[in-house]
């Protein structure tokens, strides 16, 4: 069975499914060190066959959350990820270097979680764990209306040894759409 497919549209983004053939821009971009040791699945060692698998299990449906590519609307080119899932429901993100500081993580996680509020009515609290090394993903965080609430126990696939990290919560009174 297949995900239903949809799109969701930001002033300068599109947000949608990740699609198999975007493994070349998953490999080359969020398999750096730079990125990947930011985020919990990502790794430095990917190959073809494991970026591919990862796509895939991003796909499967009736999984406890959703994650979709961030695309620029301009050309729908591949510029980052972002996704919601687990219990409490935690927000995860990435983006390629060459789009650090454009402000698209804000403008993404915004409309994702403005649609992802709606689509759960019942949604009242949103996760983060962030690598205290990554302050400007606090900062993006902090623009939604999250706040740190303490240490949080991060792992990084891409990591040798853990680093530290904080957790942040959103309450969805909170979320500055």
Same mark, same amino acid.
């Given at each position: ?34 990125? @990947? ?7 430095? +060692?990917?190959? *073809?066959?494991? =970026?591919? #698998?990862?796509?895939? $299990? ?56 403005? @649609? ?7 949604? +009242?609290?949103? *996760?983060?764990? =962030?690598? #205290?090394?990554?302050? $400007? ?41």
């Amino acid at each position: 069975m297949a995900v239903a497919p949809f799109t969701l549209r930001t002033e300068r983004l599109i947000l949608d499914l990740l699609r198999i053939e975007d493994w070349p821009v998953v490999l080359r971009e969020w398999g750096v060190p730079e990125v @990947a040791r930011m985020t919990a699945s990502f790794r430095t +060692d990917w190959t *073809e066959e494991t =970026v591919k #698998d990862w796509i895939a $299990a991003r796909l499967r449906p009736g999984q406890n959350g959703m994650g979709c590519a961030v695309r620029l609307r301009d050309g729908r080119r591949l510029i980052g990820s972002v996704g919601m899932g687990g219990n409490p429901r935690n927000i995860g993100y990435a983006f390629g270097v060459a789009h650090w500081g454009h402000g698209y993580a804000s403008e993404a996680i915004r409309g994702f979680l403005t @649609a992802g509020l709606a689509h759960e009515p019942d949604l +009242d609290v949103v *996760e983060a764990g =962030v690598f #205290d090394d990554n302050p $400007a993903s606090a900062r993006v965080l902090a623009k939604m209306g999250f706040t740190r609430v303490g240490p949080s126990d991060c792992e990084s696939q891409a990591r040798v040894e853990a680093g530290p990290s904080s957790l942040y919560r959103l309450f969805r009174s909170d979320f500055r759409a």
